[in-house]
């Protein structure tokens, strides 16, 4: 059985660790995210933000510690994970569109498959949210022929189809061309605006410091520090934090 | 005795290519459900599947398909259980194009890139979906090309079904050179009806390739 605690946070991690080998790449972490709540992860590469986010969907298991999402464990049973990854929409930074399907097909393979809707409604829903990602015309077009900015948003588009309760980013806008970034920040502050449960990683600081709740630091697979934005440019409490961001600012 | 190689003799040889055609399918259907097991065993996490299907297409790529022949022949044949040349071939050439699609195949599914498997995880899909869906179409338009061109192996490889005794082209070939004794005309022309039947499939796997490199270049 899937138990549910009501009015859960979207995402509860408590004491995870988490090794590749030897390595040690998630040390005791603790984290809570409200629902509705909008999280921007950033810290030096290699500091476990892409690792942290990839537990909550189980891309990578975790060998300590206990993850709840959505008032669901994760770590309790492949039952809850396939549940969970149904809630859970994910947007990488190389897009990983499928290439053999059309942006349209591409949208609406997960809820066919997955929640097996019919046909009619799969496609209503993917174009709705091609119009929400404002790629209408590009439906029929395969990912190949759309520039990396359009990929982008049909991948958001892809997964917003499953109605996400959660919303990751893995550096979405790290591998576009600086003129395309805008279009999917954009995209993203429109997903912020309508209250979605986001959890971003990027090392876009204008976009953190006004769409952020709060700001989680990483570095060498620990969380530093948590703070809203204000506090965290302006009055951050670490060394580690100044240190970094100290760096990105130059 | 012997006698002038005749238009009877030439028309023995072309329909013997009918049996060489139909081993060579029943050997690539087989293969082609077998090469399927096999490679998805071998992608798989399972330790077990996994090192058996290693273990399976060791064996079968290690050993010359010959032997592969007699043992299933003469090895069925000491349980009492009396195989026909055909079924002992077609069981053999079955095992033999089950390891090599099943390894060709593994190759093509590792070569679908790891965000592939992680988009398709990440959307919810299960397993069977994932593969069919979204990994399995992508290999396979990799695979297309060391794939026919293995069907071009196999249909040589058939040849040596004629060595248990079954009568397909090659073996057809010997009947008549045995009766006419023109070696020179009668396995010329085996090999003109060979390369007839596989040259075509050698151009086919190139244009395919071209077409596929192409196409995911768009
Ligand atoms: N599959 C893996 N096997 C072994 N080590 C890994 C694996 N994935 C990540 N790591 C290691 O774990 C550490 C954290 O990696 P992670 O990708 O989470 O960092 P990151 O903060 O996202 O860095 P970046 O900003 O470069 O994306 C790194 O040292 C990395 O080398
Ligand atoms: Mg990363």
């Not at chain 1, 660790?17 to 709540?37: M, P, Q, S, T």
């Not at chain 1, 950033?42 to 500091?47: D, L, N, R, W």
């Not at chain 2, 599914?109 to 919810?124: C, K, N, R, T």
Request: hydrophobic residues 50%; aromatic residues 8%.
């Amino acid at each position: 059985m899937t138990e549910r605690t009501s009015g859960a946070a979207a995402v509860r991690m408590e004491k995870v660790g988490k090794w590749f080998g030897d390595f040690h790449a998630l040390k005791g972490i603790d984290l809570e995210v409200a629902n509705g709540e909008r999280i921007v992860i950033c810290g030096p590469s290699g500091s476990g933000k892409s690792t942290l986010i990839r537990t909550l969907n189980q891309l990578e298991p975790v060998q300590e510690g206990r993850i709840f999402v959505d008032g669901m464990e994760l770590t309790g049973g492949d039952r809850n994970v396939d549940a969970i990854r149904r809630e859970v929409g994910m947007v990488f930074q190389s897009f990983n569109l499928f290439p053999h399907m059309t942006v349209l097909e591409n949208c609406m393979i997960a809820p066919r498959k997955v929640k097996k809707i019919d046909k009619a409604e799969a496609e209503k829903t993917a174009r709705h949210f091609l119009e929400r990602v404002r790629i209408p015309e590009q439906a029929d077009k395969y990912p190949a022929q759309l520039s990396g900015g359009q990929q982008q948003r049909v991948a958001i588009a892809r997964a917003l189809c499953m109605n996400p309760k959660l919303m990751l980013f893995d550096e979405p806008t790290s591998a576009l061309d600086p003129e395309m970034v805008k279009e999917v920040l954009d995209t993203m502050i429109d997903l912020a605006q309508e209250g979605m449960t986001m959890l971003c990683v990027t090392h876009e600081m204008s976009f953190a410091r006004s769409v952020a709740d709060r700001i989680i630091f990483m570095d060498r697979g620990e969380i530093v520090e948590v703070a809203p934005p204000d506090r965290f440019f302006d009055a951050p409490e670490h060394e580690r934090t100044r240190n970094f961001l100290g760096q990105i600012s130059h | 005795m012997i006698r002038e190689f005749g238009t009877s003799d030439f028309l023995f040889i072309l329909f013997a290519v009918r049996w060489t055609l139909l081993l060579s399918a029943i050997a690539f259907a087989g293969g082609a459900v077998g090469g399927l097991v096999i490679a998805l065993a071998r992608v798989s996490q399972n330790r077990i599947f996994s090192g058996l299907a290693l273990g399976f297409i060791r064996v079968f790529q290690g050993t010359p398909l010959l032997m592969q022949l007699f043992l299933v022949f003469f090895g069925i044949n000491i349980f009492g259980i009396s195989v026909t040349p055909l079924l002992a071939a077609a069981i053999a050439l079955t095992l033999h194009a089950s390891a090599f699609l099943g390894e060709i195949w593994r190759g093509s599914i590792q070569a679908v890139p790891g965000g592939q498997h992680e988009a398709s995880w990440a959307l919810g899909l299960g397993y069977l979906d994932r593969m069919k869906s979204i990994i399995l179409p992508q290999a396979a338009r990799i695979s297309v090309a060391p794939t026919v061109g293995f069907l071009v192996q196999l249909i040589k490889g058939t040849s040596l079904a004629s060595i248990i005794g079954f009568v397909e082209m090659t073996r057809a070939g010997q009947i008549i050179n045995n009766a006419t004794f023109e070696p020179f005309t009668v396995f010329g022309l085996v090999a003109v009806f060979y390369f007839i039947l596989c040259w075509p499939l050698s151009i086919a796997a190139r244009q395919l390739e071209r077409r596929f490199s192409r196409a995911t270049a768009r």
